[in-house]
């Protein structure tokens, strides 16, 4: 499994530090040191990889530690709690993503000195917390006091929206540019080379359909045939994209679909070769392939729209609050597999 992970700053958070060490704002302090809750969103992991479901969410939650003693202090997940009333939680360290920075979780602060570290909480959507944070000094006769942050999960509504934003950018995305058709949530959520796209999905689709003739057809042959393909998906093809893990301004979608897999007309293909021959008696292949080829629209009205036994996992980025469609290496899963190539997996 591809991933991806997040945490945006929504907006500057109001902070006021209280002596007793509780505070409405999300920010704490005592004589040891100082705590605020300086960033949080909601990110979104698989199941089998350490993510909720149901009623509860993920949420990363940057907290923000100085250090007013003067003795060096350290903080880890230990260390941090969330609580729900009287019941005390752990962080969540059980999720795996490659987006996410696991060494921000623990670190030494030493005097009067800050640092940033981000934790993980299973929590419920429009639900209030007290996150409690506790560290331990490098004097060890020194316990400190804990200082309890409120958190008010309804603050980050906006962010538990927008995880699903990716799938509706892929759809866009292939409803556009492979099946041809309209989606006003391409201008508001795609980031696209439009003729780089076409181009990569024409050779995507010349590679593919070169397998199935005799004669490798020129790119403007191949072109046409593509221009015929995309039609014929246009009407009948059917695809189904969600979000499964969007963390840190990337993503992964997984997209279910039914194509037309290109190299499954090879049998097509040759029965109209055949039928060419023994039409004219003529045994010019090149004739009858050109004959085939002509007839390109018939083969695919009455070929089987294949529905997929895997999904693509589709990876995007997020740029300027866009998302784009860029697979990490040659290996990854793309969109000109399905709806160009017609490689049905």
């Known amino acids: 499994m591809k991933k991806a992970a997040g945490l945006l700053l929504v907006g500057a958070l109001s902070l006021g530090l209280a002596a007793c060490g509780l505070s409405e704002e999300g920010a704490g302090a005592n004589k040891s040191f100082e705590a605020k809750i300086a960033d949080a969103q ?7 990889d350490g993510g909720v479901s149901g009623d509860e969410a993920l949420l990363a939650v940057e ?7 003067k003795d060096a202090i350290s903080l880890s997940s230990n260390d941090v709690s969330l609580y729900d ?12 993503s490659d987006e996410i920075e696991t060494s921000m979780r623990s670190g030494k602060i030493t005097s009067d000195k800050s640092k940033k570290l981000t934790y993980l909480f299973n929590v419920e959507k429009d639900k209030e917390y007290e996150i409690g944070v506790q560290p331990i000094s490098q004097d060890y006769e ?13 603050k980050y509504e906006k962010s538990l929206k927008n995880l699903e934003t990716p799938e509706k950018a892929l759809a866009a995305y292939i409803d556009v540019l492979f099946l041809g058709k309209e989606n006003e949530d391409f201008d508001k959520y795609v980031v696209a080379d439009k003729e780089e796209v076409e181009k990569s999905a024409n050779k995507a689709f010349r590679e593919s359909i070169n397998k199935v003739f005799s004669y490798d057809l020129t790119e403007e042959g191949a072109s046409n045939l ?10 009948k ?3 189904e994209a969600k979000t499964v893990e969007n963390v840190n301004g990337k993503a992964v979608v997984e997209v279910k679909y039914s194509s037309i897999g290109v190299y499954n007309l090879y049998n097509t293909v040759s029965d109209y070769k055949r039928a060419y021959y023994q039409e004219t008696k003529e045994y010019d292949t090149k004739k009858q392939e050109a004959y085939a080829i002509s007839k390109f629209k018939d083969i695919l009205g009455g070929a089987e729209f294949k ?3 895997y999904p693509l996992e589709i990876e995007m980025v997020e740029k300027d609050g866009k998302w784009e469609v860029k697979p990490k290496d040659k290996y990854s899963d793309t969109v000109e597999k399905a709806f160009a190539a017609g490689d049905i997996n």
């Open 237 to 239: 093809a059917k695809f």
């Open 42 to 48: 909601y990110i979104l992991v698989s199941e089998q």
């Open 142 to 154: 020194n316990k400190i006091e804990e200082i309890k942050l409120k958190l008010d999960t309804a």
């Open 226 to 235: 593509y221009k015929i393909y995309k039609g014929e998906l246009n009407s």
């Open 85 to 96: 009333g009287d019941e005390q939680l752990e962080p969540n360290t059980d999720v795996y």
């Open 63 to 69: 907290l923000e530690v100085k250090n007013t003693s």
């Open 307 to 309: 529905e997929s036994n």
